[in-house]
């Protein structure tokens, strides 16, 4: 088993048996990723070598555009998109083996976790994973401290209030409050 197994099957939403060929390619996968973090949180480095890290951390060229403030954490990379104009500040870890998108002209605030996995909740398969992505729409504002799990589509446009846990889908154009977060209102409210 290789990388693109192991992704092909978290893309389709399989579950990652604790144990398996694809966890043990995984758990290889994570090395790389700690290896790079290391190196991306361990000194400084200019805008153009964070976005060289980044590349190679995520497998895919990141847009010169992208702007990320270290330290950063993830423990796999390779299941992150990340679209033009982004905006990651600093103390974020992003646990992306589900998948994490985040679309053109997002910022993500100070110390946001996203988490892509949860385990099987029956005791006999807890190292069971079970993969689900995150998507983050088009000019999404997620404030400072804020979790988003598996599974949940932030849509387009829409703010995210600072400590903030995302448990479901957010429509486009809203503001989204508290934990678990709810919409308060719409952007265009005045």
Same mark, same amino acid.
């Not at 700690?34 to 995520?58: D, K, S, W």
């Not at 110390?111 to 088009?138: E, K, Q, S």
């Given at each position: ?146 979790? !988003?799990?598996?599974? *949940?589509?932030? %849509?387009?446009?829409? $703010?995210?209030?600072? @400590?903030? /846990? !995302?448990?479901?889908? *957010?429509?486009? %154009?809203?503001?989204? $409050?508290?934990?678990? @977060?709810? /919409? !308060? ?6």
């Amino acid at each position: 088993m290789e990388l693109n197994d192991l992704l092909e099957a978290l893309n389709a939403g399989e579950t990652i048996d604790g144990g398996s060929p694809l966890h043990e390619v995984m758990h290889r996968s994570s090395q790389e990723a700690l290896r790079i973090t290391a190196e991306l949180n361990g000194r400084y480095h200019e805008p153009a070598e964070v976005r060289e890290l980044l590349t190679q951390l995520t497998g895919r060229q990141v847009a010169e555009t992208v702007t990320m403030f270290p330290p950063f954490h993830t423990d796999f990379g390779k299941n992150t998109r990340l679209g033009e104009r982004v905006f990651i500040n600093s103390g974020c870890s992003f646990q992306d083996q589900g998948g994490i998108t985040i679309g053109d002209d997002s910022l993500i605030g100070h110390n946001t976790v996203m988490a892509t996995l949860n385990h099987d909740i029956a005791p006999d398969r807890r190292a069971d994973m079970h993969p689900a992505p995150i998507t983050i729409g088009r000019n999404v504002w997620i404030g400072s401290n804020v979790t !988003v799990l598996a599974g *949940v589509t932030i %849509g387009d446009d829409s $703010v995210v209030a600072a @400590a903030s /846990v !995302v448990t479901k889908d *957010v429509p486009a %154009g809203s503001i989204v $409050v508290g934990s678990p @977060a709810r /919409v !308060v209102r719409s952007v265009t409210d005045h």
